[in-house]
């Protein structure tokens, strides 16, 4: 099974700042997503990361708010930028590996103030 | 578009007791997924079921997906307090996407 760590594992920002968040994994994966639990909610797909290419996004997300980097097969960064107090989520990363589950990382705890 | 609906979304339960939560979804699904979240933690993966009919069981939970009916549950046998968590059913969208649509969860609670 994959192991995946996030740093931060938790912030405080205050609102108009950025917060960019790093997410490494022990092997190599194509595919990395990116999810925003809300307080109390369940969990909403932000976008999906494959090394080498553009980040694809859903719906209500955009690129200019959520940016994401890929820059080797183990690594990822999502930024949210311009922060306000609805951003306050946990981020999780969670990758695939073959037939298995999907995998999470611990989560990134982000309060805005 | 894939949505999944779980019910209950919350369960008092005693100790000892059996019951199940039922998960839905509306479009053809490649996986279905179960996992567990505990409070301020991550998710945690129980059972991936892959085709019709698979059933899989790990200590009081057990796993099945019927295709035909869209229908997955989650069934608890002899609850203890241990099993206390949020439990959540997710679908992946076809075409080898891997992308995860969730449902909102099912806030477990198991009483002495």
């Known amino acids: 099974s994959a192991v995946i760590s996030q740093k931060p594992s938790r912030d405080i920002c205050q609102r108009g700042t950025s917060l960019t968040i790093q997410c490494q994994v022990d092997?190599?994966?194509?595919?990395m997503f990116w999810y925003r639990q809300q307080p109390g909610q369940s969990l909403t797909l932000i976008a999906t990361?494959?090394?080498?290419?553009?980040?694809?996004?859903e719906s209500g997300f955009v690129i200019d708010k959520f940016p994401i980097s890929r820059p080797n097969l183990t690594f990822s960064t999502l930024t949210v930028s311009n922060l306000s107090p609805e951003d306050s989520s946990i981020y999780l990363c969670?990758?695939?590996?073959?037939?298995?589950?999907?995998?999470f990382g611990p989560g990134t705890r982000l309060l805005v103030l | 578009e894939l949505k999944v609906e779980q019910n209950p979304l919350f369960l008092s339960m005693q100790e000892g007791k059996n019951y199940t939560i039922y998960c839905n979804y509306s479009?053809?699904?490649?996986?279905l997924y179960w996992y567990r979240q505990d409070p301020g933690k991550s998710l945690e993966s129980l059972f991936v079921?892959?085709?019709?009919?698979a059933v899989k069981q790990e200590g009081r939970l057990m796993a099945s997906l019927d295709t035909k009916a869209r229908l997955s549950t989650l069934h608890i046998t002899a609850a203890v307090h241990d099993l206390s968590a949020t439990y959540f059913c997710?679908?992946?969208?076809?075409?080898?996407?891997?992308?995860?649509?969730f449902g909102k969860g099912t806030k477990l609670t198991v009483n002495p």
């Open positions: 079921l892959l085709s019709n009919g």
């Open positions: 969670s990758v695939e590996q073959g037939e298995e589950t999907q995998y």
């Open positions: 479009t053809t699904s490649d996986r």
């Open positions: 990361a494959n090394q080498g290419s553009e980040a694809t996004y």
């Open positions: 092997s190599q994966v194509t595919m």
């Open positions: 997710a679908g992946d969208t076809q075409g080898g996407s891997e992308k995860l649509v």
